[in-house]
């Protein structure tokens, strides 16, 4: 993939930007996908929600109106797309609080938030990238604060195993279709992770994740 400064745009170059909204939309269950992490959260009034790589809102606006009395951050590193996402929440007179800033460094302080998302962003990460950014979305959780995560994963059927031989091809891509993303969940000391449904897209299977930062030290891993 074309990495630009030190993070992969929404569709890999800049340009494509403008289009992301309209083709989410049009080719892919967005409203789905994106309708199911909201409700597997069980979102509650008093949260601190964080949209981690939040591109233009799509998401962080759908929380916010799942949970107004919820407070929500959406984080992205490219300022492009976070200005497209700041004409959203204009125009739906949404508070939330969008803040430039990258996945593998949160500016937040630790135990902040009740819930954290990561909806198609880790596969935009190398390896290394992938694990900094889960241990940083466990530093920043409450002890048992939840993360949910969309992203790539294994094929489920025959048609999505081709598509992943395509896809796989990108180094930050593979990781996720390998099915390694609950392994680097467990890594950063999520427990349990649990999987909780699969779709079938234009660009191969996505699969949606939930899991849990231990509540007390006793539980979390050696
Ligand atoms: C495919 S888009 C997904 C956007 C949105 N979450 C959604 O579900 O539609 C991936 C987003 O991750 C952002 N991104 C990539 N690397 C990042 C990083 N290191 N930190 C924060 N955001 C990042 C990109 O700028 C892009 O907006």
Avoid at 125 to 147: H, I, T, Y
Avoid at 151 to 159: I, K, Q, S
Wanted: proline share 6%; glycine share 8%; charged share 25%.
């Amino acid at each position: 993939m074309q990495q630009q400064g030190d993070y992969i745009p929404a569709f890999h170059f800049h340009r494509l930007t403008p289009w992301y909204d309209r083709f989410m939309a049009g080719l892919y269950p967005e409203a789905r996908i994106k309708g199911a992490l909201v409700a597997q959260a069980r979102l509650q009034p008093g949260q601190r929600l964080l949209d981690m790589g939040c591109g233009t809102a799509t998401l962080t606006l759908l929380l916010q109106q799942a949970q107004p009395d919820a407070e929500v951050h959406g984080l992205d590193a490219d300022a492009k797309i976070l200005a497209i996402a700041r004409d959203k929440a204009l125009r739906a007179e949404a508070g939330i609080i969008l803040d430039l800033g990258t996945a593998v460094r949160l500016p937040y302080p630790d135990g902040s938030f009740d819930r954290v998302f990561a909806s198609l962003m880790l596969h935009h990460l190398k390896r290394n990238d992938k694990q900094r950014a889960l241990r940083e979305a466990f530093r920043v959780l409450k002890p048992g604060g939840e993360l949910h995560v969309a992203d790539f994963g294994r094929p489920h059927n025959r048609r999505m195993a081709l598509i992943a031989l395509l896809v796989r091809r990108f180094e930050e891509i593979a990781d996720a279709v390998d099915g390694l993303l609950p392994a680097f969940m467990q890594e950063a000391g999520f427990r349990p992770v649990e999987e909780t449904a699969c779709y079938g897209t234009v660009s191969g299977t996505l699969r949606l994740y939930r899991a849990r930062k231990p509540a007390a030290s006793g539980d979390a891993p050696p």
